[in-house]
């Protein structure tokens, strides 16, 4: 079946509460589980499950609906860095976009190791799947990537601010 892309029907007249409601971090810059350092990615799931990508902290953390602290994903529900800065398969290095599939895969636009990873769900690493490599600018590279999304029909599309483009992979 293909991947979720995210849908709503806004009506044009709706109007928005003036009234924020934090639904993760909100307790200062730091590395505890109810803290975020420098939040830039976000991804939020049908059963409002809120995925931020910590960048500061290196790090993916999952929020579940209503909850006080975050689940990082280190420790088994969405696995995805918090072991460091590093390039390592079980670090991210700066994350800022991410997607996650219906299955609880996380797709996180890793910018400083310039790669995507996927990282299963309760699996320790992740994998690479599209990274920059040696060379120019090809179709197989990625350069500072820092947005991630897919269609209806499962493409992954990637921004990358170092090549200024945005590229359509298919997954297999």
């Known amino acids: 079946p293909p991947l979720r892309a995210p849908s709503v029907d806004i009506h ?3 109007t928005w509460s003036k009234n924020g409601v934090t639904v993760a971090g909100g307790n200062g810059r730091g590395n505890e589980s109810n803290q975020l350092g420098g939040p830039r990615g976000l991804y939020v799931d049908d059963d409002q499950t809120v995925y931020v990508a910590a960048f500061f902290n290196n790090r993916i953390v999952e929020w579940k609906r209503g909850a006080t602290r975050g689940k990082v994903q280190k420790q088994g529900i969405v696995v995805a860095g918090g072991q460091g800065t590093g390039n390592s398969l079980t670090q991210l290095t700066r ?6 599939d219906p299955s609880g895969t996380v797709y996180v636009a ?5 790669r995507i990873m996927r990282w299963p ?7 690479v799947i599209v990274s920059k ?7 197989k590279q990625v ?3 820092i947005g991630l999304s897919f269609d209806r029909q499962g493409n992954l599309y990637v921004v ?13």
Request: proline share 7%.
């Open 12 to 14: 044009p007249n709706v």
């Open 160 to 172: 990358e601010y170092g090549y200024h483009r945005v590229q359509r992979y298919s997954l297999e």
């Open 143 to 145: 350069y500072a990537p």
């Open 133 to 139: 490599n040696e060379g120019g600018a090809q179709s």
């Open 121 to 127: 769900k309760r699996i320790t690493q992740g994998t």
């Open 110 to 114: 890793d910018l400083w190791n310039n």
């Open 95 to 100: 994350p800022n976009g991410i997607v996650v």
